[in-house]
């Protein structure tokens, strides 16, 4: 249930700060989205369950630029970071306006960026799926053999991401979600919320129709 500071979903570890947080997913020395930086000590707490520590992170990968995903970036000093080319600037000039910090109380830090990644790029054996609409450089992050989708806040369990904050697009997000509906996917591991375990396209479907 969400509030769990750790689960297991597969090999994948996912850890729940707060409700402000971003989820966070942690595999084979990368996470994926690192919340809003505010709950360290729960975050030192959750991977010394896993007997590692924040040295041990060697990639962050974001799913977009806003503040609660990105907050936490700078709490792995071994982490490279990579992001969406289109949301790279606004991470590593620390723009708060397009990462939304004020609407979580925070101020934006800047941060190197050491990949920028674009629709089609391999990163540690992900699919790159750009999916703007939440954000201009959103994406989703797809494992082709396991069938594992990293959603970010484009799709939810029960909805889909917000167009209403700076550079968000009612239009462009219709097109991504529309694209999500093509892959092949029975996993979703979604930036807020619960995970869909298993038949996570069929159970999508259900709730678009519905
Ligand atoms: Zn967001």
Do not use: W
């Amino acid at each position: 249930m969400v509030g769990e500071l750790l689960r297991k979903i597969g090999d994948i570890k996912m850890i729940h700060l707060s409700g402000l947080d971003s989820n966070i997913y942690l595999f084979d020395k990368t996470v994926i989205d690192t919340g809003t930086g505010f709950n360290f000590v729960r975050l030192i707490d959750a991977l010394k369950q896993l007997k590692m520590g924040m040295n041990d992170i060697e990639l962050v990968i974001n799913t977009h630029c806003h503040f609660d995903h990105t907050g936490g970036d700078g709490y792995f000093p071994k982490a490279q970071i990579a992001i969406h080319e289109a949301d790279a600037d606004a991470v590593e000039n620390a723009d708060d306006q397009m990462v939304n910090a004020g609407f979580f109380n925070g101020r934006a830090k800047p941060k190197k960026i050491g990949q920028r990644l674009k629709e089609g790029d391999t990163v540690k054996g992900l699919k790159v799926i750009h999916t703007p609409g939440h954000t201009p450089g959103s994406i989703c992050l797809l494992d082709e053999k396991k069938k594992i989708l990293f959603s970010g806040d484009t799709v939810f369990s029960d909805g889909v991401g917000r167009t209403d904050r700076p550079g968000g697009s009612e239009e462009q997000l219709e097109e991504s979600i529309n694209k999500v509906m093509e892959l092949d996917f029975d996993v979703l591991l979604p930036g807020h919320g619960e995970p869909i375990p298993k038949n996570a396209k069929k159970e999508l479907d259900k709730m678009f129709r519905e």
